[in-house]
């Protein structure tokens, strides 16, 4: 039996190149659809991935969605906590800081740790996390931490706009704007236009929770405006929606998250209080690092 192990790097500057070595072949993919196609058609034993930013931790989500028992290694630069725990929370098995190590070595580092021992760490993490900030007890402390929570909710199913209203009652969390019904009128919105100028009153949001089947225009058109605006790359977008059918679609256009509405009201509040926490990361994040060029 070969005591060759085979690793993907997800790498968009190559850094760590391809290389064999007794126990270990290494490939590169230069793009997440690389990395994608790859792994849908070849076996690894481990996905090395590289996130500079905030914004690249949709590739974790991605990649554990399509091979969820494979170990998963996030490297960072270092110095970002937040983009760490981001990582984390976003599916990555361990995070290690970007360094001159080569490929096997960080392998090796991460080999001692079972899939499954690590799996239950980062569920720990994120209940510890999610106690911690949105329990009753803390009420005074969410609120706080929160305050800058203002998400942009577009859905055009008023039964829906209920439950999702109730849903953030429910889970201690502000919904101060107006829902949108249809997908141009959240651009309009966004925009400041017909009727959305005065930011006093229509403040822009800080995220957004979008459908997707709806009148005029879908949430993947909105998802693609907001992500063509240099003003809007870091506004986090999560998808709610009903059909599980466009998460590639979603996720490549830019979504940070996508979730599929479930069929009850606690569900509900659970998706709306885990993007919360998720929001709240990508906040902390954003802030250590340096924004767009």
């Known amino acids: 039996m070969s005591s060759f192990q085979r690793v993907l790097i997800l790498d968009?500057?190559?850094?760590?190149?391809?290389?064999?070595?007794?126990?270990?072949?290494?490939?590169?993919?230069?793009?997440i659809s690389q990395a994608l196609d790859r792994l849908a058609t070849e076996g690894y034993d481990a996905v090395l991935c590289r996130v500079d930013k905030p914004e690249e931790v949709s590739f974790l989500l991605r990649i554990k969605k399509v091979v969820p028992a494979v170990p998963l290694v996030a490297l960072t630069p270092g110095g970002n906590p937040a983009l760490d725990d981001l990582a984390r929370d976003s599916g990555a098995d361990e995070?290690?800081?970007?360094?001159?190590l080569g490929a096997a070595e960080v392998i090796s580092r991460s080999r001692e740790l079972r899939v499954q021992g690590r799996e239950l760490v980062a569920q720990r993490r994120q209940l510890i996390a999610r106690r911690r900030i949105l329990s009753k007890e803390w009420i005074n402390q969410v609120r706080e931490v929160f305050k800058g929570f203002l998400p942009l909710v577009v859905e055009d199913n008023p039964d829906q706009v209920v439950f999702l209203k109730r849903a953030f009652e429910k889970a201690f969390l502000p919904c101060p704007l107006p829902v949108m019904r249809d997908g141009l009128e959240a651009i309009h919105y966004l925009q400041g236009e017909a009727g959305y100028g005065d930011r006093a009153t229509y403040p822009l949001p800080t995220l957004a929770i979008l459908d997707i089947k709806m009148p005029k225009k879908s949430g993947l058109d909105v998802i693609q405006w907001i992500r063509s605006r240099p003003k809007f790359a870091r506004l986090p977008v999560f998808m709610l929606t009903a059909s599980p059918d466009h998460y590639d679609t979603a996720m490549t256009l830019g979504a940070n998250d996508y979730y599929t509405k479930p069929m009850e009201s606690g569900g509900l509040r659970e998706i709306l209080r885990t993007i919360a926490v998720r929001w709240w990361f990508f906040q902390q994040a954003f802030e250590a690092s340096p924004p767009p060029r």
């Open 95 to 100: 995070v290690q800081a970007r360094s001159s």
């Open 12 to 31: 968009h500057d190559a850094g760590l190149r391809d290389r064999r070595s007794s126990d270990l072949i290494t490939d590169t993919a230069a793009t």
